[in-house]
T-cell receptor, first 114, second 116 residues
Framework: DTEVTQTPKHLVMGMTNKKSLKCEQH?????MYWYKQKAKKPPELMFV???????INESVPSRFSPECPNSSLLNLHLHALQPEDSALYLC?????????????FGEGSRLTVL | AQSVTQLGSHVSVSEGALVLLRCNYS??????LFWYVQYPNQGLQLLLK??????LVKGINGFEAEFKKSETSFHLTKPSAHMSDAAEYFC??????????????FGQGTRLTINP
């Protein structure tokens, strides 16, 4: 059983919609991550939060807006997406940013933008 | 900058045969290296890691990897393949983000197929 829970598992949205992806972990981890994975490609890092503060933004377009309400929750707000943003969005956590190699991943949210 | 190269995007072995997935790294500092596995329609799972110390590291599900500095390699092996090993495998190295923080840098992945 995964200890990082992502919802929804599947999401279909139009280019004018606003939606959110949610991620939750109860392992007491203090770093949380959003990755984007296109088919047959490795995950690409988008954002990292450490102790609820944004530590890394890998030059992600502003139509993706992350939020970390508390140490257990991580959201990704989506607005005015493009069809090329269709992908699997993976949330992950680690004990700390210094342990960024030892990630616990959720099963992902598969996003389709029409 | 740190990077990894996985040799072979697709490897196919028979059940019970040796599994060998190749990974070479490039790093200007002593590397921290990792192997992750991704089963279909799932997230990634850490198989094993090398940081310092013993160069032969054992992971979950019977996998192991050997760090060879002279060859800049970190190949993943399993003595006897099982059907349940069919998955995508990613080698990764600890790198640095544009903000200077640590981040994982993944290879392109190797798809392992097991033939009955």
């Amino acid at each position: 059983d995964t200890e990082v829970t992502q919802t929804p598992k599947h999401l279909v949205m139009g280019m004018t919609n606003k939606k959110s992806l949610k991620c939750e972990q109860h392992m007491g981890h203090r770093a949380m991550y959003w990755y984007k994975q296109k088919a047959k490609k490795p995950p690409e890092l988008m954002f990292v939060y450490s102790y609820e503060k944004l530590s890394i933004n890998e030059s992600v377009p502003s139509r993706f807006s992350p939020e970390c309400p508390n140490s257990s929750l991580l959201n990704l707000h989506l607005h005015a997406l493009q069809p090329e943003d269709s992908a699997l969005y993976l949330c992950a956590s680690s004990r700390a940013l210094a342990r960024a190699g030892e990630l616990f991943f959720g099963e992902g949210s598969r996003l389709t933008v029409l | 900058a740190q990077s990894v190269t996985q040799l072979g995007s697709h490897v196919s072995v028979s059940e019970g045969a040796l599994v060998l997935l190749r990974c070479n790294y490039s790093s200007s500092v002593p590397p921290y290296l990792f192997w992750y596995v991704q089963y279909p329609n799932q997230g990634l799972q850490l198989l094993l890691k090398y940081t310092t110390g013993a160069t032969l590291v054992k992971g979950i599900n019977g996998f192991e990897a050997e760090f060879k500095k002279s060859e800049t390699s970190f190949h993943l092996t399993k003595p006897s393949a099982h059907m349940s090993d069919a998955a995508e495998y990613f080698c990764a190295v600890m790198g640095t983000s544009i903000q200077g923080a640590q981040k994982l840098v993944f290879g392109q992945g190797t798809r392992l197929t097991i033939n009955p």
